[in-house]
């Protein structure tokens, strides 16, 4: 039997995984804005630029990583942490926390693995343009090429899926106001992955973890790899980014001394100059947790809105956006 065509936009982790579930009953095509896939997992030299997390009550994606038969290790938090005061340096030992894990070689492992069980490959450079319903098909329209699909699942974040698709016929207005108010997971987000010979903080007692109200980083934890050694940092909201390389420097070697001022490498990721993450909706920084969970479709339920944002439980979370996948499937 023909298996009828299915789009998904979007080529992340929730993209990624909704295709892997539905290619045996449809035939799979993932279009891909940008020149990678991942969406917001992307990883550089083995650093995860984007989440880097998962936790054990996480049960589906921890699932799936085993799956996929990747391996995990535990975020490194042994020793004091330090907190960047205006009065000076100080140490402390933080409280326990749920156990937090990371995967061997960055998350982008996980992308990969999920790649090598398509059917289809991804195709990459295919921004939606527009999607227009017609009878009982939706023709999706990118800037070189036009797509036929029975279905169509987007996987954007809600306010990029609005901004940057024209609809016909239009959304109705309440699904607009509702999509619209959904902030974009990191929309905001600024992180830095600092490179060094060793991990020195470590051999001084020191887990790596350190909060700031000074900035330029606000929040800095251990990013050691198997065969690296690296502090990761999100970036204030208030920093200016003119010398930043040179301000975090700065900052890195008031808390941890000298040797913190000699990095091998420094990569930086600005999301919220991320035009395939990010809108202009997004350019206030998230002050907690935004509480996602949603169900959206239209063109007659064959337009399907989803993702991590749209998960109920650990939405905005690597987690959520399997945790949407599966969902989607059920009902599919």
């Known amino acids: 039997m023909k298996k009828k065509k299915l789009v998904i936009i979007g080529a992340g982790l929730s993209g990624l995984f909704s295709a892997v579930l539905l290619q045996e009953r449809y035939d799979v095509t993932i279009l891909e804005a940008r020149d990678r896939t991942g969406g917001r997992i992307m990883g550089i030299e083995g650093h995860d630029m984007g989440p880097s997390w998962v936790w054990s009550h996480q049960k589906n994606i921890l699932n799936l990583i085993e799956t996929l038969g990747l391996v995990l290790f535990s975020q490194h938090t042994e020793g004091l942490a330090t907190y960047d005061a205006p009065e000076g340096v100080q140490h402390f030992r933080p409280s326990q926390t749920h156990p937090s894990f990371r995967i061997q070689g960055g998350i982008s492992q996980m992308v990969k693995a999920l790649e090598k069980r398509l059917e289809n490959p991804v195709h990459l450079h295919e921004k939606v343009c527009s999607l227009t319903q017609t009878n009982e098909v939706i023709m999706v329209q990118t800037a070189d090429k036009t797509y036929e699909a029975e279905k169509v699942i987007s996987t954007l974040p809600p306010r990029l899926a609005l901004e940057s698709i024209e609809y016909s016929p239009v959304l109705p207005e309440a699904l607009h106001e509702k999509l619209q108010k959904i902030p974009t997971w990191m929309g905001y987000a600024a992180k830095c992955v600092i490179v060094y010979p060793d991990a020195f903080w470590r051999e001084e007692g020191l887990s790596g ?83 996602y969970g949603f169900s959206a479709t239209t063109f007659g339920g064959r337009l399907i809105f989803s993702g991590t944002e749209s998960a109920y439980r650990e939405g905005g979370y690597l987690d959520g956006a399997v945790t949407a996948a599966l969902d989607l499937v059920k009902h599919f």
Request: proline share 6%.
């Open 209 to 291: 973890f350190a909060i700031s109200h000074l900035g330029p980083l606000s929040e800095i934890h251990d990013a050691c790899t198997q065969d690296k050694a690296a502090l990761f940092g999100f970036v204030h909201s208030h920093a200016k980014y003119e010398n930043l390389e040179a301000e975090i420097i700065h900052q890195l070697t008031r808390l941890y001394g000298s040797k913190a001022a000699h990095p091998s490498n420094f990569y930086l990721v600005d999301w919220k100059k991320e035009p395939y993450t990010s809108t202009s909706l997004d350019a206030m920084p998230l002050r907690e947790h935004p509480k």
